[in-house]
């Protein structure tokens, strides 16, 4: 069985360091790309990035460039999202996702987690 | 601005026939996939490719694509249909995935 477990919720401070994570079971891990998306509270999704555990090939979207960082370990089929310096719209839930290509024209995340609430208060 | 465009919200009848769309040049090259998030839950993959249901998903939902719209149709929407439903793809900066803004489904 597929399954993606993500971390627990966090809250933190502005300003501080954070990283999530994703460990995935019941698939080959390096062969699936590992996505993070965002949805901040009452609002859609938004795509923050994506990682290939085989190569650690990763691509983001513009809008979160430089802002997140995505790795992944295979040694224990985790992949990770992580800040720097976390300001208070950041609050927000975070899901990783599988998503077998990034090229096929019939691409699409088929396993998610179950999300990750991060809270940063000012 | 997304670069997938979707109707804010929907409503239908109960047992009535339903058409979510997703508008988007990409849309041409690139079929959408779609997702329904319920209140407090993670999203679930819908309808991918052409029109490929995943293990579990009923036969109600369906996927079709006419230009650069893409649809989901809900034939005989059930009160557990109620939910919000994006629509996902490439976008046209050869960025691998972008979102639409979601529609609300309301189930009368």
């Known amino acids: 069985e597929v399954q993606l477990v993500q971390s627990g919720a966090e809250v933190k401070r502005s300003g501080e360091s954070l990283k999530i994570s994703c460990q995935a079971s019941g698939y080959s891990f390096s062969t699936y790309w590992i996505g993070w998306v965002r949805q901040m509270p009452g609002k859609g999704l938004e795509w923050l990035g994506i990682?290939?555990?085989?190569?650690?090939?990763?691509r983001y979207s513009p809008s979160f460039q430089g802002q997140v960082t995505i790795s992944a370990d295979k040694s224990i089929t985790t992949s990770y999202l992580q800040w720097s310096s976390l300001k208070a719209s950041d609050t927000a839930m975070y899901y990783c996702a599988r998503r077998k290509s990034i090229v096929a024209t019939d691409a699409a995340f088929d396993y998610w987690g179950q999300g990750t609430l991060v809270t940063v208060s000012s | 601005s997304s670069e997938l465009t979707q109707d804010p919200a929907v409503s239908v009848a109960l047992g009535q026939t339903v058409r979510i769309t997703c508008q988007g040049d990409i849309l041409r090259t690139y079929y959408a996939s779609w997702y329904q998030q319920k209140p407090g839950q993670a999203p679930v993959l819908v309808i991918y490719g052409k029109n490929n249901r995943p293990s579990g998903i009923p036969d109600r939902f369906s996927g079709s694509t006419s230009g650069s719209t893409a649809s989901l149709t809900i034939t005989g929407a059930q009160a557990e249909d109620e939910a919000d439903y994006y629509c996902?793809?490439?976008?046209?900066?050869?960025?691998?995935?972008?979102f639409g803004g979601g529609t609300k489904l309301t189930v009368l």
């Open positions: 996902d793809s490439r976008d046209s900066s050869d960025n691998p995935v972008v």
């Open positions: 990682i290939y555990p085989r190569d650690s090939d990763t």
